[in-house]
């Protein structure tokens, strides 16, 4: 079979493979969509340090189990479900978490096999009737979208503004408006992005430039509600609490680079303005599930967010377009 393997910072090759089989426990799946994320992007640039080389990547996974044809989502997060974290229902913050396509052989192959401890925590989804596999390798990233906007607490009435045009902040725009928000911003400082972001997911406003200022302006001087800083970017992370509204709530949704993971934060805004910043780190097996049922309800479309599908031996072009930003969502068909 054919699989995509990364070797080496700058070398991902797509080689054959010997076909696996199951193990006790296990499953072997017929991968049909293995979307790609801007992570795919970072470990073809720098590698990650939970992979050993050569190592299969992909972790947004939706195929068929061999053997009885059944349409499954694969979670991308393995929590241990032992730990003191995971009996506190904490899965999402679990220390001994693993990682389809970082410990374990992922998506971008035509067939793999999903370890027992993933079966274990639930983490293998039915896809529900009407969902495609496409539709359904986005669960993964709508599931980490879930856990952020739950950390937030985004709801009815809210200003929500989103910081960050790519799928993720596709993605927060759409779930912000199934969870009942009054109004969505989306800014980003790159205006092709922008445009391409808003002409499908439709936010009330689109802001580049002074976000800060038009955001305030916007709320009529109260700042927003919820601010998601759905981008790699200390700017807008200073900029998330300038523009909170007293008691906002303020998602550092994006993880910022190891080189550069400081930021200067006023202090007093968040004393005197009650403000509350909380992380988001991935999701559960729960959200995953929880994801496919706001696909298969039509509460979070994501069919037209996948704006690129390539075959397996397109899969470095898949990345390139990610890096660019010149894509919505990317999906690999093995």
Do not use: W
């Not at 790159?190 to 955001?215: T, Y």
Request: charged share 20%; net charge negative; hydrophobic share 40%.
């Amino acid at each position: 079979m054919k699989v995509a393997r990364f070797h080496a910072p700058g070398d991902i090759r797509v080689e054959d493979a010997p076909e696996p089989e199951a193990g006790p426990g296990e499953l072997k799946i017929r991968v049909r969509n293995c979307s790609t994320c801007g992570t795919d992007a970072k470990i073809y640039k720098f590698g990650h340090h939970h992979i050993r080389p050569p190592r299969v990547m992909g972790h947004e996974i939706a195929g068929e189990v061999v053997g009885t044809g059944e349409r499954v989502q694969v979670i991308a997060a393995i929590p241990c479900g032992a730990c003191e974290e995971c009996r506190r229902g904490r899965m999402t913050v679990c220390p001994n978490q693993e990682s389809m396509g970082y410990h374990y052989d992922g998506g971008f192959a035509e067939y793999m096999i999903v370890p027992a401890k993933v079966i274990a925590v639930d983490g293998v989804n039915r896809i529900p009737d009407g969902v495609g596999f496409a539709e359904a390798s986005v669960a993964e990233p709508l599931a980490c979208v879930l856990n952020g906007q739950e950390l937030a607490r985004v709801g009815a009435g809210d200003d929500v503004v989103v910081m960050g045009a790519g799928p993720i902040g596709c993605l927060h725009v759409r779930l912000a408006r199934a969870r009942g928000a009054s109004r969505v911003f989306l800014v980003d400082v790159n205006p092709e992005r922008l445009e391409m972001a808003a002409g499908l997911v439709h936010p009330d406003e689109v802001i580049s430039g002074d976000a800060v200022d038009q955001v305030v302006k916007l709320t009529g001087g109260r700042g927003a509600d919820v601010v998601i800083t759905a981008a790699a970017s200390g700017a807008a992370q200073q900029q998330a609490v300038e523009m909170a509204a007293r008691q906002g709530r303020i998602s550092f949704f994006g993880g910022l680079p190891k080189d550069a993971p400081i930021i200067q934060l006023d202090s007093n805004l968040v004393h005197y303005r009650e403000l509350t910043i909380v992380g988001a780190n991935g999701s559960s097996p729960a959200h995953n599930a929880n994801a496919l049922s706001l696909i298969a309800d039509g509460a979070v479309p994501v069919a037209d967010l996948i704006t690129h599908r390539l075959p397996l031996p397109g899969v470095l072009d898949a990345i390139g377009l990610v890096s660019r930003g010149e894509a919505i969502k990317v999906t690999i068909e093995p």
